[in-house]
């Protein structure tokens, strides 16, 4: 089956099909077509160009498809989500408000115990209904790649359970979707004082029972203060790896962790958050195949620091962006909000940020040979916008729905 798109007023996120990643300067540079069509051949892209060319091509029978002048980009990739929870936690919104921090919400046993404790009560079905819908209002705001987390689970039982509905999701949705096991999210409530033990039950029980199942990608740690220590994030990591999954990690978010270090050495492919890294930590990510990822939503909602997007990418490094969609920090899964906080408040420019949520966070989820940008031979996964003036309209227009259609896998959905 073959589709066309035609009269795209602009096709853009185009790179080189062997780009893998864009680092320092090269985040403020893509090519795009003025006046365009494209064309897509099953599942994936099979060439594009300009209109006034169009008429001299054979192109066969096929289904059409008029952008109206509209822009076509290739779908937000979301490295970076905890969509599977049991509910939301708008109480502790109304903490904040009050003046309690993220930390203290959890030392008070809110937060991720929070979660915790309602999810062990929930049926896997529950669990699969409430996130379906999530990820239809995900695919609403033009995602099409998307990595989801456990760590709501803290116990054995509880954390397959998780990731049973993340394999459910992708047998299920046209979303492009990675797993990723977070047992270390938290110290389950039944290990508190104890986390040495709570560390072993991960590596000898949590990551065999994982792999034998096959239900992560990846694995991932909360490396930070309060939470998991360098040291016993390595071991878990070590651990994963050798279970077939390759490391990510939560560091820096509430302090300088010495989760960068470890992440790094383990060739983690993915460092997120790092609100609160140092320049000593971001020095280490210059030539590291990590990707650092970047979640401003959670320094909106939490009214913490961002992280230094500015100075990284002055600094040679490459960035990605993610939404961090979780029901206490960042309730919120909107990559276009997501890459406007970008521009506002870490003084990127429209170009990189939309760099940074489409190839470079196709990178951070091991996706980049496939998707994040237009090149013939990828999957056509394509957000197909309202006419807009410019791409520095998306940032601009913070609020503004500009989704008119979304192609995934090749297949149109309005």
């Given at each position: ?341 970008a521009c506002i408040k870490m003084r990127l420019t429209p170009m990189e940020a939309i760099n940074a949520a489409t190839l470079n966070a196709a990178y951070a989820m091991g996706l980049e040979k496939e998707y994040g940008s237009i090149a013939v031979g990828k999957k056509a996964n394509l957000q197909v916008l309202k006419p807009i003036p410019s791409l520095d309209y998306i940032p601009y227009a913070y609020t503004r729905r500009l989704v008119n259609m979304m192609v995934l896998e090749g297949k149109v959905r309005k």
């Open positions: 089956m073959k589709t066309l798109i035609q009269h795209i007023g602009m096709l853009a996120g185009i790179h080189p099909i062997e780009t893998r990643r864009l680092q320092g300067s090269e985040m403020g540079e893509m090519d795009v077509v003025d006046d365009a069509w494209l064309l897509i051949d099953g599942d994936r892209i099979a060439s594009f160009g300009k209109m006034k060319d169009l008429d001299a091509l054979s192109l066969g029978e096929e289904a059409t498809i008029d952008a109206e002048g509209g822009v076509v980009l290739p779908c937000w990739c979301d490295p970076h989500t905890h969509l599977v929870y049991p509910g939301s936690r708008e109480g502790e919104f109304v903490d904040k408000i009050r003046g309690l921090s993220y930390a203290e919400i959890a030392r008070r046993g809110g937060g991720i115990l929070n979660s915790a404790d309602r999810l062990h009560s929930m049926s896997e079905e529950e669990l699969f209904t409430l996130s379906m819908l999530r990820l239809e209002e995900l695919e609403a705001t033009g995602t099409g790649c998307v990595e989801i987390k456990s760590g709501y689970g803290l116990n054995t039982a509880d954390e397959l359970k998780m990731l049973r509905v993340v394999k459910r999701l992708k047998e299920s949705s046209p979303l492009r979707i990675v797993s990723t096991f977070l047992g270390a999210h938290a110290v389950g409530r039944a290990y508190v004082g104890r986390q040495g033990e709570y560390v072993d039950l991960v590596i000898d029980e949590m990551i065999p029972a994982v792999a034998k199942e096959g239900l992560a990608d990846y694995i991932d740690v909360f490396c930070d203060e309060g939470f998991f220590t360098p040291e016993e994030t390595a071991r878990i990591l070590k651990a994963g790896a050798l279970h077939g999954m390759r490391p990510k990690i939560h560091a820096c978010e509430l302090a300088s962790s010495g989760g960068v270090r470890v992440g790094v050495e383990h060739q983690a492919l993915s460092i997120d958050h790092l609100e609160n890294a140092s320049d000593e930590d971001l020095s280490l990510l210059v030539g590291a195949t990590t990707m650092p990822t970047l979640l401003p939503g959670t320094s909106f909602f939490l009214n913490m620091p961002y992280a230094k997007g500015r100075h990284m990418v002055d600094s040679g490094l490459g960035i990605a962006l993610a939404s961090d969609c979780n029901p206490g920090s960042t309730p919120s899964s909107d990559m276009k909000f997501v890459v406007s906080l």
